[in-house]
């Protein structure tokens, strides 16, 4: 049996409150990359890079909001836990420029390719076909590997991944909802059963399902009320897994990891 605290809340508010550590962070936050474009394709459906207001920011203000959460989660991880951030390409050096200076140890840089990107309708530059994952731990010993890392296989291994958007039965109403293959990828890697990892922009709650699914606990914020009621359904609906609602952080103890 997994658990799940699926916490209703800004971000910035609630992790000063949580009073626990956790083993891992796999955090998909905002990317900065909403505009007002519409695509229209003949025969398709509109395709919108509009997501809303959660993803609007100036440069300055962007990052300024990244390293605020930086901050807040690095104090939930524990010593030898491992920190991962999905990032717009522009975004990498930026990302991990903040969390290199907040102490934290930049290992590398996962590419999720994705097969069936939005087209290019004008056929004026490149289809945005790539995101990218930094991975960072909370410090190292070169000589003695604490974080967890699972290596399968050499051809498992490579610093990519390769799978189509999220599609068909898995798909939520979530504009942004990240396929639960490449969450499942990362968690098999980057942590063990039983442990306890942190998503403070849960959206549909993806993470939380995959984790369900291998054996491994989560604690999901997420501020948006229709993002975060797709998630409650979707966890709860799962087989194996006790979820907890939190809909005020006000009086938020310790949680029972
Ligand atoms: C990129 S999406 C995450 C999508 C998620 N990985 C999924 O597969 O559904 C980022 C989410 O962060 C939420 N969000 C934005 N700002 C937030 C904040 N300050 N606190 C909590 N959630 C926030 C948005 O509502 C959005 O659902």
């Known amino acids: 049996m997994t658990k799940h605290y699926l916490i209703h809340g800004d971000a910035i508010e609630v992790l000063p409150k949580i009073q626990n550590k956790v083993d891992a ?7 900065n990359t909403s505009n007002k474009n519409t695509k229209v394709l ?12 959660w993803d609007y920011y100036s440069d300055e ?49 996962i590419i999720w390719h994705k097969t069936n990107p939005a087209p290019q309708i004008r056929k004026k530059g490149f289809l945005s076909s790539c995101e990218a994952i930094l991975w960072a731990t909370n410090g190292f010993d070169d000589n003695k590997i604490s974080y967890a890392f699972n290596f399968s296989t050499q051809r498992e291994m490579h610093n990519f991944i390769e799978t189509p958007i999220c599609m068909g039965r898995e798909r939520t ?16 890697i980057f942590t063990n059963e039983n442990d ?7 959206g549909s709650g993806t993470l939380a399902e995959a984790a369900s699914e291998i054996k491994r606990n989560t604690i999901n914020i997420e501020s948006d009320n229709n993002y975060f009621n797709i998630m409650a359904k979707r966890i709860q609906g799962g087989v194996n897994s006790k979820v907890k609602i939190v ?6 103890g310790p949680l029972k990891l």
């Open 61 to 109: 203000e962007y990052l300024r909001f990244t390293r605020k959460w930086i901050i807040l989660a690095q104090e939930k991880l524990k010593a030898h836990g491992n920190f991962l951030i999905f990032c717009k390409l522009e975004y990498v050096s930026d990302v991990r420029r903040i969390y290199e200076s907040e102490g934290l140890k930049h290992h590398g840089t």
């Open 173 to 188: 109403p979530h504009p942004t909802q990240k396929p639960k293959k490449v969450l499942s990828h990362l968690l098999n």
């Open 247 to 252: 809909t005020s952080v006000r009086n938020l």
């Open 196 to 202: 306890w990892i942190l998503d403070c922009f849960a």
């Open 25 to 31: 962070i796999i955090v998909d936050p905002p990317y």
């Open 42 to 53: 003949k025969g398709r459906k509109a395709r919108t890079s509009d997501f809303g207001a």
